[in-house]
Nanobody, 125 residues
Framework: QLQLVESGGGLVQAGGSLRVSCQAS????????MGWFRQAPGKEREWVAA???????SYRDSVKGRFMISKDDAENIVYLQADNLRLEDTGIYYC???????????????????WGQGTQVTVSS
């Protein structure tokens, strides 16, 4: 049974950094695209970043140059390094695994079929 467990969220001042992690178990995810999404209070869940099975990273425009997604294939962990955080980065961050192997990065939540429980990231002024 595939499980995704996020960790590493917390409270950080604007301009600071955090690294959130997603530990996967129950499936070898080396052949799957992994994504990070976030949801702010009162807003819809939005795509943040993805790393394709081939290693290509993609990012929403507002986080380009500030966030980086990476994978540790040996440990089945996906990371999202978030630097120069802004107030608008606040939200619950979720990792997700694409429903199909060898897929390219996708920004659509409906393309991902397994999700973690989320980790809260709060950026304060």
């Amino acid at each position: 049974q595939l499980q995704l467990v996020e960790s590493g969220g917390g409270l950080v001042q604007a301009g600071g950094s955090l690294r959130v992690s997603c530990q996967a178990s129950g499936r070898n995810f080396n052949r799957y695209t992994m994504g990070w999404f976030r949801q702010a209070p009162g807003k819809e869940r939005e795509w943040v970043a993805a790393r394709s099975w081939a290693g290509t990273g993609s990012y929403r425009d507002s986080v380009k140059g500030r966030f980086m997604i990476s994978k540790d294939d040996a440990e089945n962990i996906v990371y999202l390094q978030a630097d120069n955080l802004r107030l608008e980065d606040t939200g619950i961050y979720y990792c997700a695994i694409h429903s199909r192997r060898f897929s390219s990065g996708s920004i659509s939540a409906s393309d991902y079929d397994k999700w973690g429980q989320g980790t809260q990231v709060t950026v304060s002024s």
